[in-house]
């Protein structure tokens, strides 16, 4: 991908370096390479993407310079790679997010902040004395949300920091994205159901082209599940049959519009692709709310189970009483980030069997808008590609890929 091969590009010498006036400042530089700026004492210089107060990512947001000691105890200092800009970022930013970041001043603001974003990885490039499974040159990603990921560096505890164990073959993208699209799709989709892995197994989802409807795809072709996906049409159809084929193209059985799901032909043609009927949806994965969540717990087959995991229509989720009552569909909720709190180890685990899959070619990239974050980047372009987040129909998920600095 060339999100890979941007990392590690040489950056020119920044002319700027923000450091208390008592630690003097030298660069160290080669003909074709510019090391990160660093003070006679050992200290890494950073950026970090923060707010004060919540509202409108282009309204809060900030960048904050500071400096960062060398790392000491079971501390280590990692740079980042990639941080993915995830709809679940902008609402924390926003202040609507369940899971709230601290704020504090240890960073040297003016008034207590917070950093931004929650998914990403990094690499290690110092280790404290008392560090024990993590290694300068390891990958790690965060272990729980709310530690800052939109910064060039961070110095953190060894302990909340989950080592990717084998890089080999994987590029920071692929690495980078793992810890919320895919191990959302993964854990929904097996802990939902009991399933006989025949190939006759169905589950339906909406939001068939989001991050985690793309995962779901993958995983449910790999492990023999049949998938009805949902997507929003569009007006220029070409653009529409476009996106019906690329998720075609990576295991999706059906996909229809929402339209479509709502139609009155839609019984009939699904009765006709589960075999009359004989071959089970047993899962319903629902990011969207309101009507189209409706319309998709009516086709799911007696006992299976509905997981809503978003809202994006802000609209509630309506349900028949015949569907509790006679066809006793349970109805579930999943927040991958209070999953990955209370399942350290379980996390650690999707994410190698995904980061598996990746690496044998089972499992696509999926497409992203790269925001390019180097020294000399400055706030305007980053609180920009935040707020380019909330727009409608996208190319691909924001992502800040980190130029070495």
């Not at 999100?3 to 020119?12: C, E, F, M, N």
């Not at 280790?127 to 024990?132: I, P, Y």
């Not at 084929?245 to 999706?252: H, T």
Request: net charge positive; glycine share 10%; proline share 5%.
């Amino acid at each position: 991908m060339a999100a890979s091969s941007r990392i590690g590009q040489p950056l020119k010498v920044a002319t700027r370096v923000l450091l208390p006036r008592s630690r003097p400042v030298f660069t160290t530089q080669t003909p074709s390479l510019q090391r990160r700026a660093i003070s006679t004492y050992g200290y890494t210089q950073a950026k970090a993407l923060v707010f004060s107060k919540y509202g409108e990512p282009q309204d809060v947001l900030s960048l904050h310079g500071h400096s960062i000691s060398p790392a000491a105890g079971t501390n280590v200092v990692v740079r980042m790679l990639v941080a993915p800009i995830n709809p679940a970022d902008i609402n924390q930013i926003q202040g609507v997010y369940p899971s709230k970041p601290n704020m504090s001043t240890a960073l040297g603001t003016s008034e207590p902040s917070a950093v931004a974003g929650n998914e990403g990885v990094a690499e290690v490039i110092s280790t404290g004395s008392g560090v024990k499974s993590l290694s300068k040159g390891d990958w790690v990603i965060m272990k729980h949300v709310s530690q800052g990921t939109w910064r060039t560096h961070m110095d953190i505890d060894e302990s909340r920091l989950i080592k990717i164990d084998n890089k080999e073959g994987l590029t920071p993208l692929q690495v980078g994205t793992v810890s919320v699209n895919p191990c959302t799709a993964y854990r929904m989709l097996l802990d939902s159901a009991k399933w006989s892995f025949r190939g006759d197994e169905w589950f339906i989802q909406n939001g068939a082209n989001s991050g985690v409807g793309r995962a779901a795809i993958q995983l449910g072709r790999e492990w023999g599940f049949k998938s009805i996906n949902v997507i929003r049409g569009r007006e220029d159809k070409d653009e529409e049959q476009k996106l019906r084929q690329e998720l075609l193209d990576i295991g999706a059985t059906k996909v229809i519009t929402e339209e479509e799901l709502q139609s009155r032909e839609i019984r009939d043609q699904i009765k006709e692709w589960t075999n009359g009927g004989r071959e089970e949806v047993k899962v319903g994965l629902n990011c969207v709310g309101g009507k189209p969540a409706t319309a998709l717990a009516k086709f799911l087959s007696p006992g299976a189970t509905m997981v809503t995991y978003g809202a994006m229509s802000k609209q509630p989720v309506i349900l028949p009483a015949s569907l509790l009552i006679f066809k006793e569909i349970s109805f579930n909720g999943f927040w991958v980030s209070k999953w990955s709190d209370r399942h350290p180890d379980q996390k650690k685990q999707t994410v190698e069997d995904v980061l598996k899959l990746t690496r044998e070619g089972k499992f696509k990239d999926i497409p992203v808008q790269e925001c390019n974050w180097g020294w000399k980047t400055d706030a305007e372009t980053l609180k920009k590609a935040v707020q380019g987040t909330l727009g409608g129909f996208r190319a691909g998920k924001g992502v800040f890929v980190f130029e070495e600095t």
